[in-house]
């Protein structure tokens, strides 16, 4: 019998370098205009000491999304760097890796036919959740020969590109936020399709959360939009005909080509990203291929919107 993992002790997370810092334990290398960048001279498996987690948490609030290229993990190493930046954010629905119960993977199969993968709706993680999380991190195990690409969404920019009296207006707004149409029991047969996941349904994804529609981000003070197309199904206040051509417009927007940042993965691949500013979704666009990734996921808190003036 394989005894259970030993899960490494609580670490105490770092707050990030000033905004000013001049990095000088890691190389940091712009990635795309609307953000992201590739993070150097770091092995992950090792223990990094407070400074190097200090610049690497400066990286993420400004670059919103880094990559760590040719690094080897274990689960436990992937827990343990995950750690350093805040406690674990339970996962909703989908069951995690036997004996790490932090670890989810986030797997298609070769044999899997279905147009759509698992994360393939652009979407913040969990933002139905009363407090979703900062921060996920997705290490790449097995990648396909071609496709299977990531791509983030930066929603600072997708709120600052928009006019001053849309602005005015979405700051008084409230999203309502919901699990039905992921996770929900008339989702099981979809879920199903995904081989070599256990994603369980179930009524809790019937309950709905309010968030302010521009958020104010905890950390850096910027205003982003916080809506999105798989999780954000209504506007507080509106009647349905009212909010329907609005919520279409922001999903649209929110996702425009120029604010988007497309990381196509190799082998040993981590990216990790900040929830509180940008969007994601994964490309379904290598049947016939295995794409087997796992997955941390970092507590964060609830939304707030822009005190009043």
């Known amino acids: 019998m394989t005894p259970m993992q030993t899960m490494p002790e609580e670490l105490v997370p770092v707050a990030a370098a000033p905004p000013t810092v001049t990095y000088r334990r890691i190389g940091v290398e712009r990635w795309s205009g609307a953000g992201g960048a590739v993070i150097s001279n770091v092995d992950l498996s090792q223990e990094l000491d407070d400074e190097v987690v200090s610049e690497i948490r400066r990286a993420v609030l400004d670059h919103h999304v880094v990559f760590f ?76 020969p071609f496709g299977g690409d990531t791509l983030w969404a930066n929603q600072y920019h997708a709120f600052a590109a928009l006019s001053d009296a849309m602005q005015s207006m979405l700051r008084g707004l409230v999203g309502v936020h919901s699990a039905r149409d992921g996770y929900a029991p008339k989702m099981q047969a979809v879920h199903d399709l995904f081989k070599g996941m256990k994603v369980t349904t179930s009524d809790e994804a019937l309950r709905e959360q309010a968030h302010p529609v521009v958020r104010t981000h905890g950390e850096t003070g910027r205003e982003c939009l916080y809506v999105n197309q798989q999780y954000t199904i209504a506007l507080g206040g509106f009647h349905q005909h009212e909010q329907r051509p609005l919520l279409d417009f922001l999903f649209a927007h929110s996702t425009q080509d120029a604010f988007t940042i497309r990381w196509r993965w190799s082998a040993g691949d981590l990216a990790f990203w900040d929830n509180r500013c940008v969007q994601h979704m994964a490309m379904a666009d290598f049947t016939g291929h295995r794409r087997f990734m796992t997955r941390t996921t970092v507590a964060g808190e609830a939304p707030r919107g822009r005190a009043a003036d």
């Open 69 to 144: 290229r040719g690094q080897h993990l274990t689960p436990d190493q992937q827990v343990r760097f995950s750690r350093r930046f805040g406690p674990y954010s339970p996962v909703p629905f989908v069951e995690p890796v036997a004996d790490h119960p932090e670890v989810i993977a986030v797997v298609r199969e070769a044999e899997e036919r279905q147009r759509f993968g698992f994360g393939s709706l652009w979407h913040s993680d969990f933002s139905f959740l009363p407090e979703p999380p900062f921060g996920s991190l997705l290490y790449a195990v097995e990648v396909p």
